[in-house]
């Protein structure tokens, strides 16, 4: 069975920093593309940053320079450092766990920023 379980969020000012963990279980971790995405309220989901299998990573313009995503395969755990933290990031944080047909997500994990 199949888990995605994320942790690391909370309530943070601007311009401060989180770090969040997705701890992946129930499939061949390293193969997958790993990706955070976020969801904001009335927004629509959106691809915030992914790590491939071969450690390439790409990351939505928002967030480039500011957030970076690791992963440790032999852990099976992938992270998102996040700092210089905008109250525009504020969202829920979620999990996803990419190969070919087959496409897995956590439940969130919200980040708010605010002072």
């Known amino acids: 069975q199949v888990h995605l379980v994320e942790s690391g969020g909370g309530l943070v000012q601007p311009g401060g920093s989180l770090r969040l963990s997705c701890a992946a279980s129930?499939?061949?971790?390293?193969?997958?593309?790993m990706s955070w995405y976020r969801q904001a309220p009335g927004k629509e989901r959106e691809l915030v940053a992914v790590?491939?299998?071969?450690?390439?990573?790409n990351y939505a313009d928002s967030v480039k320079g500011r957030f970076t995503i690791s992963r440790d395969n032999a852990k099976n755990t992938v992270y998102l450092q996040m700092n210089s933290l905008k109250p525009e990031d504020t969202a829920v944080y979620y999990c996803?766990?990419?190969?070919?047909?087959?496409?897995?997500w956590g439940q969130g994990t919200q980040v708010t920023v605010s002072s």
């Open positions: 129930g499939f061949p971790f390293s193969s997958y593309a």
């Open positions: 996803n766990a990419g190969l070919l047909y087959n496409n897995y």
């Open positions: 790590v491939l299998s071969s450690g390439s990573t």
